[in-house]
């Protein structure tokens, strides 16, 4: 299985297809790379494709300290580092958009192009981080999730009624506790707001968001595209939290003639 060691970490990524044109994928909360299975099936004869699986996700060996998105945004450089690739298209959803803003205010020269998927530069809402951490509570719990807290967090990303929730759930189910707490520290936990300096990246972005994100609201999204300074906005009409993963086609769609461009 091939893993970097990078950070005192040692993670976990795909390398898949080949040649100078790159895009490296990263994951959200509880997910991990397949969640861009899609993406990479229809990119791979064109784009050299990368995924990784961050700290405390996946097949991804995580020491157990506390970390922020920026660690994580450091994490990817060293992985472009690790690979030998000096400029890339950084394409993250959710926490794995926060932490390629992180990446490219950090390393500007070494992003070709932003993919920002259903993710946003400020923290999160008041009102739904106090109910996220009821969820993780009842989560973490002696005697391991109840079915009623993964229907719960699977509405939030998934959406509902989507035929693959019930495989993510049982990956969920088999999160040690330890790492279920240590990744959502880092979410919740997240008091930086970089909204004020995207309009320091200059690079073309695309930001996708689905139209029922009951995560990230789509008036964030909206707003967040107008204040980048070269953005595109494509909405999923009726995509939940994860639109790539459960509306693959039309962000495929939007994806394609993006990567094209750029």
Same mark, same amino acid.
């Given at each position: 299985m091939p893993h970097a060691e990078v950070n005192g970490q040692r993670l976990f990524y795909e390398d898949t297809? %080949? #040649? @100078? =044109?790159?895009?490296?994928? %990263?994951?959200? !909360?509880?997910m991990d790379h397949t969640m861009f299975d899609a993406q990479v099936r229809s990119l791979q004869d064109r784009w050299r494709c990368v995924?990784?699986?961050?700290?405390?996700? #996946?097949? $991804? &060996?995580? $020491?157990?300290?506390?970390?922020?998105?920026? =660690?994580? #945004?450091? @994490?990817?450089?060293?992985?472009?580092?690790?690979?030998?690739?000096?400029?890339?298209?950084?394409?993250?959803?959710?926490?794995?958009?926060? !932490?390629?803003?992180? /990446?490219?205010?950090?390393?500007? @020269?070494?992003?070709?192009?932003?993919v920002l998927m259903d993710t946003q530069p400020g923290p999160e809402d008041a009102e739904k981080a106090a109910g996220y951490h009821g969820l993780i509570d009842a989560w973490t719990a002696p005697g391991g999730p109840p079915q009623e807290i993964l229907d719960t967090v699977a509405q939030i990303i998934l959406g509902p009624g989507w035929a693959? $929730? *019930?495989?993510w759930q049982e990956r969920w189910r088999q999160l040690p506790m330890d790492r279920v707490?240590?990744?959502?520290?880092?979410?919740?936990?997240? &008091?930086? =707001?970089?909204?004020?300096?995207? #309009? &320091? !990246?200059?690079? *073309?972005?695309?930001?996708?968001?689905? %139209?029922?994100?009951?995560?990230?609201?789509? =008036?964030?999204?909206?707003?967040?595209?107008q204040s980048l300074p070269d953005a595109e906005l494509v909405i999923v009409d009726g995509a939940g939290h994860? /639109?790539?993963?459960? @509306? *693959?086609? *039309?962000?495929?769609?939007?994806?394609g003639p993006f990567l094209e461009r750029v």
């Open positions: 297809g %080949s #040649g @100078d =044109d790159v895009i490296v994928f %990263s994951h959200g !909360l509880f995924r990784w699986d961050e700290r405390g996700h #996946g097949r $991804t &060996e995580t $020491t157990a300290e506390p970390f922020t998105y920026w =660690d994580s #945004g450091a @994490d990817l450089l060293g992985l472009l580092d690790h690979l030998g690739v000096q400029r890339a298209v950084l394409a993250g959803m959710s926490q794995g958009g926060y !932490l390629s803003l992180r /990446a490219a205010l950090t390393a500007p @020269d070494r992003v070709r192009a932003l693959g $929730t *019930p495989a707490r240590q990744v959502f520290a880092t979410l919740a936990g997240r &008091e930086d =707001d970089v909204a004020g300096r995207v #309009g &320091e !990246l200059t690079m *073309p972005a695309l930001v996708v968001h689905g %139209s029922d994100d009951l995560a990230i609201d789509v =008036d964030i999204a909206r707003a967040f595209a994860a /639109a790539n993963l459960t @509306d *693959p086609d *039309p962000v495929n769609a939007a994806l």
